[in-house]
């Protein structure tokens, strides 16, 4: 069930916005015909392995590739030998920044080994069985050293350490020994110290949560064809072709105009899918096997082993509250695992974590630690779900020892227009009050909740949302239609949320729009599908792109009709002068007697980005015997802003709330003591599957974001964010235990239990 | 190197035959051979559901056949749901729910439902959510694509 409740007064004013229509790449996707990046076939193409290292910690003595080379069938192998030493240069990623050393380190280890799966060599044989025989043969010798697993001891000063030059930076300051603590940064606002004081009600705890990855159902793939002219193209799968250019022309040193960067179809990403682990190597392995083309694709235990995760964590707060129930103050000290280099989203979690609420006593701390497993990589609200976990918990504790509504006492404290989050920005108008009152509203806060050991939970998220770089261009054609070029990988519906934009400015149906995601030589550059930005920003390219065709189709109609331009005026796709109209398709089939084509582009760098927030509600029954957690009743509210194709807003609601859920009761990534990932496949990282959830209902709030023609905010991340403190404040109300580490799995709940017991 | 084995088998209602490695899946085959890449490779040992295709009239997961085990057996995958007078109704309602995002795992939930529906044409919602258990979707939270399920045995009952 979905419901759609607008404050935005625009409401029905739209002909295409707020409409479904169906998908423009429906057709090519039920019937597998749409390409994704591993169903590329070229001539003489070769295909590729990679070894990867079976020790989470070691430095490499020696690599020896001889057996490998003279394996038959086997074209190139290649190692770090093959990459140009890279200069430290911090790069933005787009939800995070990196290294380019430490990222070329990723892509083939040098000196030392970081995590269990980091790869070390790549292979190009004529099939891929041969590749992976032949690398199975490369010969390392190892120095073993000891691994360190978990965040508060990798914190320690007698911690081996990972990055012998790592220096922590401290509040903006290099430390002067190696530490695996690559950054303490810290946000403050008033007096910690006297909040506490003025609270009549405390609540003080610890809260840890493990590795978890994306999860995306298509593995890693690259291909690439170096030719003799240096000239290369990759297709791969990718959030952003253009931030493939970027990185590879920075990991191999060749000039980004060498580079043509063809993304495929995108099996799903949620911030995985922006940084390159294949690239670089297919590039070498094309080069170096006499420039044929070389296609790899990841098995599903080695995109466990060696990409995603995001952090685990530990999270430590404290929150007090007056007689009353306002927030006296609030304390929060975050330690985010980096995985083998820097770059956690610590410094998210730190902005996200008291975000919902307004604070005037509140004091942040931030770790980005680096511990033996996969460099971490963005995860929907990266940082965001591990923060909320904790705060929104702490929350519910509050709220219940001061005897109030959970929602009430998110009312009572939730930020508006012109508080001041704690790590400095002063809210613009944002939709949080709008979207508690409709939880509190709802059909499902109002139901009764029955039968014995069930529980309701609630719980809120933040996040920031992002603009960034977009181009767009557009061509009329002479049938009516509009053929459209965008450099937004379409992930989850964009082509049509965009098109649906531009189809809106030109008063044409979104069907009469034709879609086409450009590669990097044929669309202005354009960042990636990340950070809830593509219907925003790409959205306001398209918008501005409309504006132009329109005006260049005035002055088209003008001199048809012989008059001046402001004669005649454009009303939902009809151009009009005195007595005379032409519709948009009769106008454009006379483009060539009036001047040759109509095109136009756009590139847009919007910043008035527009927070979003959500408020989640589930209903649970926790089995007393065996722990497990059944959902029973699941709805996510959140400001959307506009919700331009509303199919689709609800959609990422409902795919956030399945992949939180599967953070907090089954998703982890387990480790045995020597560092090796233990549950490396899709049996063992067990995520949630038809029979574990519900229906999930939507209620979309529309408080318009005044930094978008369309009022737009950005909807793709935020719905992560609640659900893990949601189900662990509903798993409180159904047992009268409070859980403080994902997953809340039956195990867990049942130890608990125990120990409530006693 | 080993060495290959002729196999026949009817596949979407055509004649094929081709040349296979003994330890070649029929995954690899129908991708890398007959260029039928509708079958998506998400795991490589059964765990997905995305390779999924119609052996002989059972739904199994194409990554765990081996090719050479088709000789003479029919196989539906997803480029052989569709008929020429247009799509399945299953194809249909997957769009007109929003059934899919990314659309990777869609040609296994299509597949795997068209199974499910040339078993039970009226099927529950539970029997829809166990049937498609197999299936990993990462994008849409199955929401959407069991009400198109539903929808679609509902729209092919009435066509009967």
Known sequence: ?758 | MNKKIRVQATINGEEFEFLCEPRQSLLEVLRETLGLTGAKEGCNNGNCGACNVILDGALVNSCLVLAVEIDGCNVTTIEGIATPQGLHPLQQKFIAHAALQCGFCTPGFIVASKALLDQIPNPSENEVREWLAGNLCRCTGYDRIVRAVMDAAQSQEKTL
């Open chain 1, 1 to 758: 069930m979905t419901t759609n409740l607008s404050v935005d007064e625009k409401k029905d004013v739209y002909g295409v916005i707020g409409k479904n229509p169906l998908r423009h790449d429906g057709t090519d996707k039920v019937t597998g015909r749409a390409q994704y990046g591993a169903d590329i076939r070229l001539p003489g193409m070769l295909y590729g392995a990679i070894f990867r290292s079976p020790h989470a910690h070691a430095r490499i003595l020696s690599i020896d590739t001889s057996k490998a080379e003279a394996y038959p069938g086997v074209r190139a192998v290649v190692t770090a030998k093959d990459l140009p030493d890279v200069e430290s240069k911090i790069a933005e990623l787009g939800e995070g920044t990196i290294n380019l050393r430490h990222q070329s380190n990723n892509v083939l280890a040098r000196d030392k080994v970081l995590y269990f799966g980091h790869a070390i060599a790549g292979v190009a044989a004529i099939n891929a069985h041969i590749a992976e025989e032949a690398a199975a043969l490369i010969k390392v010798e190892y120095e073993v050293l000891q691994p360190v697993l978990e965040v508060r001891k990798a914190m320690q000063h007698d911690s081996p350490i990972l990055l012998d030059d790592m220096r922590t930076d401290e509040l903006g300051k290099k430390g002067d020994y190696p530490s695996n603590i690559a950054a303490h940064y810290q946000a403050q606002v008033g007096d910690v110290e006297k909040g506490f004081q003025d609270a009549a009600v405390i609540v003080e705890r610890e809260f840890f949560t493990s590795m978890v990855h994306q999860g995306y159902i298509e593995p890693q793939n690259a291909t690439a064809q170096h030719n003799p002219d240096g000239q290369i193209t990759i297709w791969c799968s990718t959030q952003g072709a253009f931030g493939v250019r970027e990185q590879v022309a920075e990991i191999l040193q060749i000039p980004i105009s060498k580079i043509r960067v063809i993304p495929m179809e995108i099996g799903g990403g949620f911030g995985g899918k922006i940084g390159v682990y294949l690239e670089p190597v297919v590039v070498l392995l094309s080069r170096k096997s006499g420039h044929r083309p070389v296609k790899m694709t990841m098995s599903r235990s080695d995109v466990l082993a060696a990409t995603g995760p995001t952090s685990g964590s530990y999270v430590k707060v404290k929150m007090g509250a007056d007689a009353n129930g306002m927030i006296a103050a609030a304390q929060a000290m975050l330690a985010y695992e980096a995985g083998a280099y820097p770059g956690s989203p610590v410094g998210a979690g730190m902005g996200v974590i008291f975000a919902p609420y307004r604070i005037e006593n509140a004091l942040i701390d931030g770790y980005d630690v680096l511990v033996n497993k996969p460099r971490t990589a963005a995860y929907r609200a990266p940082g965001g779900t591990n923060a909320a976990f904790a705060c929104e918990s702490v929350i519910d504790e509050l709220s219940e020892k001061l005897g109030m509504d959970p929602i009430d006492f998110r009312l009572l404290n939730g930020a508006k227009e012109g508080d001041r989050r704690v790590d400095g920005p002063v809210y613009e108008r944002i939709g949080f009050l709008e979207t508690l009152e409709a939880a509190k509203n709802s059909p499902h806060y109002r139901a009764p909740l029955g039968g014995s050991n069930c529980g309701r939970g609630v719980a809120s998220g933040f996040w920031f949302n992002y603009g960034g770089k977009s181009s767009a261009s557009a061509s009329v054609n002479s049938d009516g239609t509009v053929s459209l070029l965008t450099g937004s990988v379409d992930i989850g519906g964009t082509r049509t949320s965009i098109a649906m934009q531009l189809a809106e400015g030109l008063g044409i149906p979104a069907e009469s729009i034709r879609p086409v995601v450009a590669d990097t030589d044929s669309v202005g550059y354009t960042e990636g599908t990340y950070g809830s930005r593509t219907t925003f920003a790409t959205g306001w390219a398209v918008y501005e792109v409309g504006k132009q065709l329109k005006e260049k189709l005035l002055e088209r109609a003008a001199t048809i009709w012989e008059t001046e331009l402001d004669q005649i005026r454009f009303e939902h796709g009809i151009f009009l002068f005195d007595d005379k109209q032409m519709t948009f398709a009769e106008l454009a089939s006379r483009l060539d007697e009036t001047g040759g084509p109509v095109v136009a582009s756009a590139a847009v760098r919007p910043e008035q980005f527009g927070p979003t927030f959500a408020a989640h509600i589930v209903d649970v029954a926790v089995d007393p015997e065996t722990g497990k957690v059944q959902i029973l009743r699941y709805t996510a509210i959140q400001d959307a802003g506009k919700a331009i194709y509303p199919d689709y807003v609800e959609s990422q609601m409902q795919g956030g709330v399945a992949q939180g859920v599967g953070w907090a009761l089954n998703e982890e990534y387990l480790y045995d003591d020597q560092g090796r990932l233990i549950n490396s496949s899709l049996l063992d990282y067990r995520m949630p599957v038809a029979l574990d959830l519900p229906m999930i209902d939507t209620i979309i709030i529309e408080v318009s974001n005044p930094g978008h023609p369309y009022g737009v905010r950005g909807v793709g991340e935020v719905p992560i964010v609640p659900p893990p403190a949601a189900l662990a404040n509903a798993i409180y109300r159904a047992t009268g235990v409070r859980m403080n580490r994902l997953p809340m799995n039956p195990a867990r709940i049942v130890a608990e239990l125990n120990q409530q017991k006693g």
